[in-house]
């Protein structure tokens, strides 16, 4: 995948005009906890662990990150809408996920524009098979899955994770069945993956690069229309090679913070990721290493950028069976593949 392009200097230089003097007047109250709605060691808990270092030197105090995993992350997001908003209770979670809860009925209400996005980067989930898998190509474990079905199990971080979502995108674009086996976060859905308690996992590439690089995980395709290259492995095929007509959303991961904070911690955050997080070696480094897509943005290019992902994420819902509510109650119209607004 290709490395975004930003134009950091316009960016920087718009945010240090915009912001001013109020971007320098919110100092935290003691330490701030970011809240991962997932077990350690998945994507999200990976590229946060590279963007808290950054707010906490730029702040000045401790930024901690807090795992707290539980009902496909909806559980540690409620508890940081419940949260006093002052800006020292943060979520790190994917965007597909957060802007869909209303959907699946996890969350009632909740929405992507509860909250002020501050990306860092893309992830797209790989469909790998145990190092040992008789699978050597996914032509050949796509036929195994419309044959066996149910009798194939799918590591995954739950029903609505990336994984869940990848997984149930694929049974739609190439007709079959299969049995989903839901584990804390992503890590542990890799892991369970590469020992041989799944035939296989759809968990983002993030959370396999290692497992890959490792010999452990044998990639067979990714959720993209392009190859995928993780640094020290082999070019992963896109899934399009086989499924052309595969419907291709990127999920973007990064901090979300809840509307209603004050508008003080909003410039400084918007400054600090404008003049450390987008031009941060850390994090182009990390992109590189996972096989990530480097797309830093916030404030109204980053709710442009999610869009796709809100709509895709929305109706696959609707598709899977997962979806509680229809997604027009976040503004989503699936006949048409828009968002229209919330009504």
Request: aromatic letters at 6%; one cysteine or more.
């Amino acid at each position: 995948m290709k490395t975004r392009s930003t134009a950091f200097s316009a960016i920087i230089a718009a945010a240090v005009f915009a912001g001013g003097a109020q971007a320098q007047d919110w100092t935290p109250n003691g330490v701030i906890n970011i809240i991962v709605p997932w077990g350690a060691g998945g994507a999200t808990d990976q590229v946060t662990r590279v963007t808290a270092p950054l707010l906490s030197q730029a702040l000045g105090v401790d930024v901690v990150v807090v795992n707290q995993p539980g009902a496909s992350g909806a559980i540690g997001t409620q508890g940081v809408l419940d949260a006093a908003r002052d800006g020292q209770t943060l979520l790190a979670t994917g965007i597909a996920d957060a802007a869909t809860y209303a959907v699946t009925g996890l969350i009632e209400g909740s929405t992507i524009d509860d909250w002020h996005l501050y990306l860092s980067v893309a992830n797209v989930p790989v469909i790998s098979v145990p190092a040992n898998s008789p699978y050597q190509d996914f032509g050949q474990l796509l036929e195994a899955l419309r044959s066996e079905g149910r009798g194939i199990s799918v590591a995954t971080a739950g029903v609505s994770s990336a994984g869940g979502t990848a997984i149930a995108t694929l049974a739609a674009a190439g007709d079959f069945e299969y049995n989903l086996v839901a584990y804390e976060g992503g890590g542990p859905a890799t892991i369970a993956a590469a020992s041989g308690e799944t035939a296989m996992t759809s968990q983002l590439a993030g959370e396999q690069a290692e497992l890959i690089r490792g010999g452990r995980l044998r990639p067979l395709a990714v959720l993209s229309e392009t190859p995928l290259v993780i640094g020290g492995a082999d070019p992963i095929p896109p899934v399009t090679d086989w499924l052309p007509e595969t419907r291709i959303a990127y999920n973007y991961f990064g901090i979300l913070v809840p509307k209603g904070v004050p508008d003080e911690v909003v410039a400084r955050l918007d400054q600090i990721w404008a003049e450390t997080v987008m031009p941060s070696t850390e994090l182009q480094a990390y992109a590189e290493t996972a096989g990530a897509l480097h797309s830093p943005a916030y404030g109204a290019e980053a709710r442009e950028m999610v869009s796709a992902t809100v709509v895709a994420q929305s109706c696959a819902a609707v598709a899977r069976g997962d979806a509680v509510n229809d997604p027009s109650v976040i503004g989503v119209d699936c006949a048409l593949g828009i968002e229209t607004g919330r009504p």
